[in-house]
């Protein structure tokens, strides 16, 4: 049930943060980066309270289906949404075909008919579990390079 309400709640920041065909958008660059051939891990959002559901079954199984993907040397992608009430960030983990793993992030408002902000990529080793307060469930290890894509 937790699930299907951060999905719902996911689905209508979307549609209040719309922004015009051609812009910036995450989910774009991550679909481009995992391709057809990467296994999709979910897409959940929720609330950016200083704690992260950790013990949510969706979110653990998304953040091990990634780690499961990465072991195997498998493309994936997993996509999270930190919401606030007017504000957020969203995030995309992605391995791709060729075995490249990227963090994106870009921030998010709902306020004035919805805008987004800067989109980031980080190059990283590796994606790790991180279920720390603050954090969308994984995190880039060993960092490597970070390419601002479009603001």
Known sequence: MKALRSVGILALIFLGCSTPPGACHIEQVERDLATS???DCGV?????????????????TGVSCALSAQEANHAFSLFVSLFGVDTGSTYAFVRTPSGESFELSQPYSANGGGSRGTLRRIRCAAVAANFNAGQPGLECQ?????TTLCN
């Open 44 to 60: 959940f959002g929720f609330a950016d309270n200083g704690t992260v559901p950790a013990s949510d079954e969706p979110v653990r």
């Open 37 to 39: 051939t990467g296994r």
């Open 142 to 146: 060993s960092p490597q390079a970070e």
